[in-house]
């Protein structure tokens, strides 16, 4: 068979993303986004994200489709984000999926977006090697990935127990009185600090906890312990240091991410660590990354930020390599499923 011709469909969370991927080429990528109109809230507003993806689906379909210079009837199979992410804004993806493949008559694959966040890679840098670690970090999720295949034998190493790191950053910029999303804001502010003024905890980084959770995060302690020391200058009515809040606080948030990802790399023999979702763009996470895993001989591969932010080609990437391992389609009553496990490549 020659190389698959996939659609892909993102709707989990505020972006409506589509794409046309052919084997492990991309061919066509669109996005639309209401995170405009969530920003004035301080937090994505599920209905308000569902009713933007019920707009934006046909519009941003038909700009994929003709960017891609194909049509419905050439597609091989339809691929769409079956979870995690809100439900409703899931519910309005696999609804015009499932009504596409009935249309049509091409197999429906409904996926996993955390998975796809490191699937896309494989469209930016070429064939993933046998076996490698994958990091996905966002607003919504912060996981550690053993990947054997994309498609068939992906292992969960361990993942957040509270805040995904995007959502920690958030949180900061809030305390440091930044606009919504702060995670941009802060990265930005972090770089006129210095990392090192202020020691900040480091979560499931030590003893028992470290012992219990090699590959898990906690960022929960972390933002507590910011929110103390900022109250601390603002109650004596003195001037937050924030420049170096910012700088601590990323330097903590990126140290832990890359000595987990590390020590996952070396205990399961990997020499590459795939890095993914839309926290990836953090600028101290890159160089910490780049720089720790050159030491180790890890090779680092990481995709331009759009394609590490919420799109279509990640869904289509992982469709087209579920095609490919000769996977059997979801059924096309496939429910949504907010809280999919990362055992589930799709459901
Ligand atoms: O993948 P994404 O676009 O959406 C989710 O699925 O969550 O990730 C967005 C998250 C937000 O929390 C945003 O503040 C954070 O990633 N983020 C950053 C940076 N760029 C985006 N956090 C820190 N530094 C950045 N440069
Ligand atoms: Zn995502």
Do not use: W
Request: proline letters at 5%.
């Amino acid at each position: 068979m020659s190389e698959p011709l996939i659609l892909g469909i993102e709707t989990s969370c505020d972006e409506t993303g589509f794409a046309v991927v052919r084997g492990r080429e991309l061919l066509a990528d669109v996005t639309a986004s209401s995170m405009d109109e969530h920003a004035r809230y301080g937090g994505i507003v599920p209905e308000v994200a569902s009713r933007a993806h019920l707009e934006a689906f046909v519009p941003t379909l038909d700009a994929a489709l003709a960017a891609a210079d194909v049509d419905l009837g050439q597609l091989d199979a339809v691929a769409v984000t079956a979870g995690p992410g809100l439900v409703g804004s899931l519910t309005v993806g696999v609804a015009g999926a499932k009504a596409l493949a009935l249309a049509t008559g091409k197999p429906l694959y409904g996926v996993n977006h955390v998975i796809g966040h490191a699937a896309v890679d494989e469209l930016v840098h070429g064939r993933f090697p046998d076996r490698f670690v994958s990091l996905v970090v966002s607003g919504g999720h912060t996981s550690l990935l053993l990947v054997d295949d994309i498609a068939t034998g992906v292992t969960e190493l361990g993942q957040t127990l509270d805040d995904a790191a995007g959502e920690a950053f958030d949180k900061v910029g809030r305390l440091l009185g930044l606009p919504y999303p702060g995670g941009p804001h802060v990265d930005r502010l972090s770089r006129e600090g210095d990392r090192d003024a202020i020691r900040f905890p480091r979560g499931l980084t030590s003893g028992k906890d470290k012992a219990r959770h090699p590959y898990d995060f906690s960022f929960s302690g972390l933002k507590t312990a910011v929110a103390r020391y900022v109250e601390a200058f603002q109650d004596r009515g003195e001037e937050v240091p924030a420049a170096d809040v910012a700088a601590g606080f990323s330097e903590a948030v990126a140290d832990v991410l890359v000595t987990k990802a590390l020590v996952a790399c070396e205990r399961s023999e990997c020499d590459t660590l795939v890095i993914g979702g839309g926290f990836s763009a953090n600028s101290r996470l890159r160089e910490l990354a780049a720089e720790r895993a050159a030491a180790r001989g890890v090779t680092v591969r990481i995709p331009p930020i759009r394609y590490c932010t919420d799109n279509g080609a990640m869904i289509a990437a992982l469709g087209s390599a579920l095609v490919r391992s000769g996977a059997a389609p979801s059924p096309l009553d496939l429910p949504t499923d907010s809280g999919m496990p990362l055992e589930l490549v799709r459901v």
